[in-house]
């Protein structure tokens, strides 16, 4: 049939499995229709919403020709300038990240996740245009053999909860996952709620942006919400060499630590391995709550590979926290330099 996907509507079961594959192949609405006595009315609502399903409906009647009007004048439009995901897929994240990725014709930016490292299910990566590196001869692959060198991981973004330590959300349980791309505003942004092995649930919403006409500047906005407790977070906010020994980072930091004149922030110098090119980065960060400064306390932590700013505070239950992260690069290869 000549019909486009966005003029597709398909009505799935729950227990089928197909609603995930139905949002992913970009049908214009993904009914959900709960059956079977087996889970509550709500239950089997919410978790088709939670697999991605646009609307969920008890029976077939419910579809009324006004809804379907607004919905393809309204959200259709706006959904056709996106691509998300509406769970996590460990096993899908390496491609996720690169069908998600920024730019600006200076720097691209992996669509990973601001608060992974690198590792089997991540790569968190910033790629220079012009800034190459040969690849070692017992690394050689078919292909070139001179690789975009992965910059230093300014998007490093973690928390830890009182005296907690810093883990990875995803090593929680998630409580629902939305990972998606605005090609229109040229957003990137991930809604996820997490709970802990104590029980404390977080709502983290994070946004990240490449910018245009100052192609020197990223930024990322992340925002914390405590949903049922209060205490004492730590957002820490790092630039990180955190694959040191991969052929795409060969990186000898030259320089790091926190900038202490006008323009307060953390910085790291680093160099690369064959041609010396330098890579610059500096960041700045501004914790609010709404429109009004938080009053945290910052501390600076340095390891032999990363420079981190700690933004200590008291958060209280339902309250959202927005971290601003602002960001600078440059190279030596800069005629701005």
């Known amino acids: 049939m000549a019909v486009s996907p966005y003029e ?49 409906v008890t029976d077939i009647g419910q579809l009324q020709e006004p809804a379907l009007y607004t919905w393809y004048q309204t959200r259709v439009k706006e959904y056709s300038w996106m691509i998300s995901y509406s769970s996590y897929a460990p096993e899908m994240e390496l491609h996720r990240e690169v069908l998600t990725c920024m730019g600006n014709g200076y720097l691209g930016i992996r669509g990973c996740f601001e608060g992974e490292r ?15 590196e040969p690849i070692p001869e017992e690394a050689y692959v078919k292909g070139p053999r001179d690789l975009l060198v992965r910059c230093p991981n300014w998007c490093l973004v973690e928390f830890a909860i009182d005296d907690g330590s810093f883990e990875s959300v995803f090593s929680g349980q ?64 790092s630039i990180a060499v955190d694959d040191p020994q991969s052929v795409l980072q060969p990186l ?19 160099q690369t391995a064959v041609h010396k090119t330098m890579i610059v980065l500096h960041a700045t960060h501004n914790l609010m709550m709404g429109a009004h400064q ?23 239950e339902g309250t959202p926290y927005t971290l601003h992260k602002v960001v600078s690069i440059f190279t030596s290869r800069d005629s701005e330099c």
């Open 118 to 132: 690198a590792s089997s299910e991540h790569c968190p990566g910033t790629f220079i245009a012009g800034v190459f």
């Open 8 to 56: 597709t509507i398909g009505l799935f079961s729950l227990h089928s499995g197909s609603i995930p594959s139905a949002r992913n192949a970009s049908l214009g609405l993904v009914v959900g229709i709960p059956q079977g006595t087996t889970c509550s009315s709500q239950s089997c609502i919410d978790q088709s919403l939670k697999l991605g399903a646009d609307e969920v």
């Open 174 to 237: 998630i409580l629902s996952y939305e990972h998606s791309l605005d090609f229109r505003s040229a957003v990137m942004s991930r809604t996820i709620v997490v709970r802990n092995k104590q029980g404390q649930d977080t709502q983290l919403v994070t946004r990240q942006v490449a910018s245009m006409p100052s192609y020197h500047v990223c930024a990322i906005e992340y925002t914390l919400t405590p949903l049922n407790y209060s205490g004492k977070v730590t957002i820490r906010s």
């Open 294 to 316: 938080v009053m945290d306390s910052v501390t600076v932590e340095t390891t032999p590979t990363s420079v981190a700013e700690n933004h200590i505070f008291s958060a209280r």
């Open 252 to 270: 000898n930091i030259l320089e790091m630590g926190r900038k202490e004149h006008a323009e307060k922030g953390i910085y790291m110098v680093a």
